[in-house]
């Protein structure tokens, strides 16, 4: 399928790891008009700012990637501030979206959208079939009402506006560009900042909250931009054939998981650190497992290429990029 490489493309949160990558991406593609605003440019959770910079800037394509994220601590400490600052980004960017003429939109949520207990692996006809993981709940409701709106935009001015607003939803994602904070980050970044601050100080031992036992799914970064590139390019007829009007988003995911422990002796070996690894289990778990079917998205063509053990290699080489001792 031919691509206009010169229609202009807004990738919304492109300082982040997913959004940084999606520019990368596309640039590699040869996409050659793309339009990004700092958070001091562009204030998203601002609805005339946002307004103004739709109205003056009227992109073809909106990759939705702006978003607050963080892990279990995070979500915990700041839920008002998940929720908050999450639905007030996706009304925004949508909206005015739609408001300026923007035919395509990507909007990338989550795989905590899923119920807490859903059977694994999870397909997307999981969604709103039991109840959430309390630890994200603001934060996968703020997610689910992005689907939704999406979802909704399409049905009322799919055919009267030309409209095809489309969803993805990555499984646990890692790679160049992520949070490194040992509290506030995701499992595998802030796996990453310990391992390598034990290395460095040659401490004996490394505590990990939680039993160990969770499983969950893992996919680099630059997987989950090929893939995000990829469902944006796909036919609507295609993209229709895996989806439904009220069922209209895709999970991407690695296609198998492991445990927490697993990942932990694995994130140990690519920093090269030694020590004892012992896991607390006052602390939360989560959900004990997390694991997404990309079976629609394989049947459409899509398969992940960068394995766990190679990602962490690159992931730690991104981190001693930026955090020099």
């Avoid at 229609?7 to 990004?36: C, D, E, P």
């Avoid at 939360?284 to 766990?308: A, Q, T």
Wanted: charged share 20%; with cysteine; hydrophobic share 35%.
């Amino acid at each position: 399928m031919g691509q206009d490489l010169n229609q202009k493309i807004y990738v919304a949160g492109h300082l982040g790891m997913v959004g940084s990558s999606i520019v990368r991406n596309l640039q590699a593609k040869g996409f050659n008009n793309i339009v990004t605003r700092t958070h001091k440019e562009l204030d998203l959770t601002n609805q005339l700012a946002t307004q103004v910079f739709f109205a003056t800037e009227r992109p073809d394509q909106v990759y939705l990637a702006a978003a607050k994220v963080g892990g279990i601590h995070a979500n915990n400490t700041f839920p008002a501030d998940f929720i908050y600052n999450n639905l007030a980004v996706q009304n925004n960017v949508i909206h005015q979206a739609f408001v300026s003429g923007v035919k395509k939109i990507l909007f990338l949520g989550s795989s905590c959208i899923y119920p807490k207990l859903a059977p694994q692996p999870m397909g997307e006809d999981a969604l709103l079939t039991g109840k959430l993981e309390l630890t994200n709940e603001p934060y996968a409701i703020a997610k689910i009402a992005g689907i939704k709106m999406c979802e909704s935009y399409n049905r009322q001015y799919g055919k009267s506006h030309g409209i095809d607003y489309r969803s993805v939803m990555p499984t646990n994602l890692y790679g160049p560009g992520d949070n490194y904070h040992p509290e506030n980050g995701h499992v595998i970044p802030a796996l990453v900042r310990r391992f390598h601050e034990a290395k460095v100080a040659n401490y004996p031992e490394v505590l990990i909250w939680g039993t160990g036992r969770p499983k969950r799914e893992f996919l680099y970064v630059d997987d989950m931009a090929a893939a995000s590139i990829f469902v944006m390019q796909l036919d609507k007829t295609t993209y229709d054939s895996q989806t439904q009007p009220m069922q209209n988003h895709l999970n991407v995911g690695f296609g198998s998981d492991v445990t927490i422990a697993e990942l932990a002796h694995a994130v140990a070996k690519a920093v090269g650190y030694q020590g004892n690894i012992k896991f607390d289990p006052s602390k939360p778990d989560g959900s004990p497992r997390k694991w997404m079917s990309s079976e629609r998205l394989n049947k459409l063509g899509w398969n992940p290429k960068v394995s766990l053990n190679e990602g962490l290699r690159l992931t730690y080489e991104a981190f001693q990029a930026h955090n020099k001792d």
